[in-house]
């Protein structure tokens, strides 16, 4: 059990189920013709699984946000931290401002939807400032960040290549989530949502 962030393929997103996603991409397509947008409807299909192939995401939040949330205090806005830490749902189109939709997410009464392109600009200037080193794994497909950080991989490195990100790896695990998942909501085209 716990919280975990993963993509939604096609099916999951347009099709009727419990989680109500049918409903929630109608009311981000209704929002955003009334913006003048393009719809979102070229979702790709859910993966396979395939190790190392970045083809899908799925992270399990362990670690506390509490030196996280310190850490956004101190580099970002108000607004920066809402933006990232805020959303039910991220999608890879630029939105200029959140959509909340009345429509009961897995751990709200409402959906927040954000842009991935603006949830990633936050995430690298995190990653800037805690100087992510480039060994975080990129293709996070079954919960090689999560994995890393918590496995003692991430340990090992910060002995040999210590500074920032080093210094509190449990801050630094949210920074690579979040960047990660933009990038990823990006480079497949798919949404990504908390389940």
């Known amino acids: ?51 190392g192939s970045g083809r899908s995401f799925e992270e399990k939040l362990v670690p506390s946000m509490d030196s996280f949330l310190a850490l956004c205090e101190t580099h970002l806005s108000e607004a920066e931290t809402d933006l990232l830490c805020g959303w039910s749902v991220l999608v890879p189109v630029s939105l200029d401002e959140e959509i909340e939709l009345p429509v009961e997410s897995s751990y709200s009464d409402s959906t927040v939807i ?12 995190l990653a800037s400032e805690v100087a992510l080193p480039p060994e975080v794994p990129e293709m996070c497909d079954n919960l090689d960040l999560t994995s890393w950080f918590l496995d003692g991989a991430a340990k090992e490195l910060s002995a040999t290549r210590p500074g920032a990100w080093a210094g509190d790896l449990d801050a630094s695990f949210y920074v690579a989530l979040y960047l990660r998942a933009a990038q990823h909501s990006l480079r497949r085209g798919c949404p990504m949502v908390y389940s």
């Open 114 to 125: 954000v842009g991935a392109p603006q949830v990633l600009a936050i995430a690298a200037k």
């Open 1 to 51: 059990m716990g919280v975990y962030l993963v993509d939604v393929g096609a099916e999951e997103w347009f099709g009727e189920d419990e989680e109500g996603r049918a409903e929630i991409a109608a009311g981000l397509n209704a929002e955003l013709v009334r913006r003048g947008l393009p719809r979102f409807e070229s979702v790709p299909a859910a993966a396979d699984f395939v190790r």
